[in-house]
């Protein structure tokens, strides 16, 4: 079965220093894997996809399939990255996404 | 820029009530989805559905059902409301790129 955990429900960090959210996953086959980020009286959107490998805001993800894993990474917070992030997983060919529970992330100035 | 609009913001429901959640995207979009988002448990998926007509129930289906009776549009319907249906209801469309255009969201409350 699919599963994605995100451990830490609440993050907190002051602006300027590091932040990981982290992401386990669990599935069998060759999985996709995203990250979505809803700020403040937004909807939910798209932030980076481990397939494309690129940095969006500052934040980049690298998938370990040995550790099954897809952490958030961040080198300096900023206060406008406090948001909802939710970690998903899909598979290739149809994109049912399963999503974690989500880590709230605040970061104080 | 792709558009996902859910007729409803806010709606307050009495327990037994039927209620309609109705969902419309302008992109052409084959994929749309459900879902409920709660504190705590994250985005659960409701239904969800792949071509006009087509529907699979996804991870918490009951007491719930879906309709398409057109590609734009993606309903959801609650046939006998109960509180624990008070949630935050997402719909969602896609492309089969990976990437959800979701809507702003649906607060149902139901009494």
């Known amino acids: 079965a699919q599963r994605v955990t995100q451990p830490e429900k609440l993050l907190s960090v002051f602006k300027g220093a590091p932040v990981e959210l982290k992401c386990n996953y669990s599935?069998?086959?060759?999985?996709?894997l995203f990250w979505y980020v809803q700020y403040s009286r937004q909807r939910l959107q798209l932030l980076l996809r481990?397939?494309s490998r690129e940095s969006i805001k500052g934040f980049t993800a690298d998938l370990n399939k040995g550790e099954t894993s897809f952490h958030l990474k961040k080198p300096f917070a900023q206060e406008e990255d406090s948001a909802m992030y939710y970690c998903?997983?899909?598979?290739?060919?149809?994109?049912?996404?399963?999503f974690g529970t989500g880590t709230r992330l605040l970061v104080s100035p | 820029d792709v558009k996902v609009t859910q007729s409803s913001r806010y709606l307050v429901k009495r327990t037994g009530e039927k209620v309609f959640l109705e969902c419309v995207q302008d992109?052409?979009?084959?994929?749309m989805f459900w879902y409920r988002q709660d504190p705590g448990l994250g985005l659960r998926l409701i239904y969800f559905?792949?071509?006009?007509?087509?529907?699979e129930k996804g991870d918490i289906p009951e007491g719930y059902s879906v309709s398409r009776e057109k590609k734009e549009r993606f309903s959801l319907i609650l046939e006998s409301a109960s509180t624990n249906q008070t949630s935050m209801y997402l719909c969602?469309?896609?492309?089969?790129?990976?990437?959800?255009?979701f809507g702003e969201g649906s607060r149902l409350t139901v009494l």
């Open positions: 969602a469309s896609t492309m089969n790129t990976g990437e959800l255009f």
């Open positions: 998903a997983l899909g598979h290739t060919g149809f994109q049912k996404l399963v």
């Open positions: 599935y069998s086959g060759s999985p996709e």
């Open positions: 992109m052409d979009h084959e994929n």
């Open positions: 559905s792949y071509d006009v007509k087509m529907k």
């Open positions: 481990h397939i």
